[in-house]
């Protein structure tokens, strides 16, 4: 089922939590609202459940406007962070709640339990209380009782974020496995682009009620198409250097007090932006260190961190701290004072008024 | 020595007080029960002349079962009624403050002195053309007056009674049902539950703990207080009203049989120990306090 916002807003109380929010989500697509909290994608995830109601526009599930349906006439599945798994109910009377409130006959609903608690591997703990359980076995129940009406829609709310790092990655591939499988329409909300990055087909990076942009990982990481989501991608968060885009001769150049960078042909922005103040964005592993100055930026080293493989060196540019990966070698025996080499293709320009990427 | 002397010194005051209050008239209460102290108040102690007297009391089957009507009926009503109001006014009213106006109104009797409380019901259900039921029903059904409270005495009591009494259900439901997480309702939805599924098969189920505590809790107070039965009807008409613990006030303090009074208390008391087991039995207490079962 292919799902629709079409120019939806949620109001609290007056705040406008969701501001005409527009997204279109392909049939069996799994996708990822990321954003950091308060940022609204809750809300969304709310009203596609039906808990919530929109104050403006519309939200479709294929072709049919669902914005009064109640959540139980939208066949639908959710997993909250929460779990919120019945503690009255054993694990399978958990699994077969939702197939009861169909009324669907029990014998056909103990059987049909049994099968998805099988699918994630629940069937030795069918009979246990969900007290008895971990914390990841609390959420496979979570998940086999969202799965187990065959829903249209599944929604994931936080799943993860209650499980230690191990049990995430093994429960991250696991909820991939099983909606590459069953070709459920997903829809997770988080504020882990990690988690974001490696379970979504694409990514919608929500800020104050706003789609900021909506496309496949590896573009949000190498075409942001504005600081916020330049800022909010990546760890280390992308490097950022304020100057002013000039033109020295033909050249087309973004100064600063310390240093400058000039654009190739190929690259140079647009004449209407000569003038303007700028952000230049490079990422940390964008950067090289090198001892020519030519084409390079002026650094001072401040610190580094080992993480094992790679180094991270904190460095000074002017009066703005930078983070750059280097291998452990290159570390070692590093001067204090050396040059930064931009790698050209990861140079991205900011307008520092609107926020917008001026390269793309 | 020291390390413990100077605790108990403190909490003396108090230790003194419990006993002069609470332990010595439970003590001088079993003590009378094997007299037959009457009025000339001397002690005499006759043995188990007293229960020998309960259990060939020609009163006694009728006492009995009104105490069972009594305290089952009350009991029912403030459970039940106890609980619909707090479905009502937390779960069912989502709006805060109304929730809690509603529920301070139905705290009202509690905090009005009984005897105006009862002056209120006694008003209301008065016979002749001036009592309010009777006025009413006069102008709406046209019906003749009718003495409510000796037509239907052990109705009223328990009417009486129960308002007063479903407030403490419903506080403490109340706070039950405010302690089950949202996201479990929510999930409840989602998973297709109607509102009265959701009653039904997450709220009630849910209600297990605080049911016992305010049925336990309320079957002590009822077996044990006279007070609106007194004030309504006076065990009256005939003793159509009169309970166990009236009865024994009744005939230690109208008749001055003190002995006698005291033995019918005695045996009351073991009824409620045996209850209370009962119940904790029914609801299976052991397995309860095991484990919290909303985390």
Known sequence: MNIKFNN????????????????????????????????????????????????????????????????????????????ALYPHLTVLENIAFPLKQQKV????????????????????????????????????????????????????????????????????????RLQKQLKITTVLVTHDQEEAMIMADRVAILDAGK????????????????????????????????????????????????????????????????GKQVKLGI????????????????????????LGREVIIRAAIGKQNVCVFVENMVANNLPEHFYL???????????????????? | MKRWFLPYLMLSPFLILVVMFYVIPAFITVMLAFTDMNYAMEWRFAGLVNFEKIFTDPFLPVIVWNTCKYVGGTLFFNVVFGFVLALLSTYY????????????????????????????????????????LNALSAIFLGVEPQNWLSEYAMLIVILANGFVGASFGMIIFSSAIRAIPQDIFRAAKVDGATEFAITKEIILPLMKWPVMFVSVWQLLSLLTSFEYILLLTGGGPFLDTEVWSLYSYHRAF?????????????VMVFTAFFLTALMLKLFDFNRMIKSSRID
Not at chain 1, 14 to 43: H, V
Not at chain 1, 345 to 351: E, I, K, P, Q, Y
Request: proline fraction near 6%; glycine fraction near 6%; charge should be neutral.
């Open chain 1, 105 to 176: 006959p029990k014998k056909e609903r103990l059987r049909r339990a049994e099968e998805v608690a099988e699918l994630v591997h629940l069937q030795e703990f069918l009979q246990r209380w969900p007290s008895q359980l971990s914390g990841g076995q609390q959420q496979r129940v979570a998940i086999a009782r969202a799965l187990v009406k065959k829903p249209d829609l599944l929604l994931l709310d936080e799943p993860m974020s209650n499980l230690d790092t191990r049990l995430k990655n093994n429960m991250r591939n696991e909820v991939c």
């Open chain 1, 341 to 360: 080499y931009p790698d050209r293709a990861g140079v991205h320009v900011f307008d520092e008024e609107t926020g917008e990427n001026l390269s793309l």
């Open chain 1, 8 to 83: 939806v807003s949620k109001a609290f109380n007056n705040q406008l939590a969701i501001d005409s929010l527009n997204l279109e989500i392909e049939n069996g697509e799994f996708i990822a609202l990321l954003g950091p909290s308060g940022c609204g994608k809750s809300t969304t995830l709310m009203m596609l459940a039906g808990l919530y109601k929109p104050t403006a526009g519309e939200i479709y599930f294929g072709s049919v406007v669902v914005n009064d349906l109640e959540p139980k006439e939208r066949n639908i599945g959710m997993v909250f962070q929460s779990y």
């Open chain 2, 93 to 132: 009213i989502q709006h805060e403050k109304s929730g809690i106006f509603f529920r301070a109104l139905w705290m009202l009797p509690r905090i009005s002195p009984p005897v105006v409380y009862v002056l209120l019901f006694l008003w209301f259900f008065a016979p002749g053309q001036y009592g309010l």
């Open chain 1, 283 to 306: 990422r940390a592993h964008q950067l090289a260190i090198t001892q020519e100055s030519k084409d390079a930026l002026p650094a001072k080293l401040l610190a580094l961190e080992y």
């Open chain 2, 254 to 266: 109208v008749g001055f049989e003190f002995g006698y009074g005291a033995a019918l208390a005695l």
């Open chain 1, 211 to 274: 789609i900021q942009q909506f496309d496949p990982p590896e573009k949000l990481f190498n075409k942001p198409k504005n600081l916020f989501v330049a800022h909010f991608m990546g760890n280390p968060p992308m490097n950022f250097l304020e100057g002013r885009l000039v033109n020295e001769g033909n050249q087309q150049v973004v100064v600063a007090d310390d240093w400058r960078y000039a654009f190739t042909k190929e690259k140079a922005l647009p004449e209407k932006y000569t």
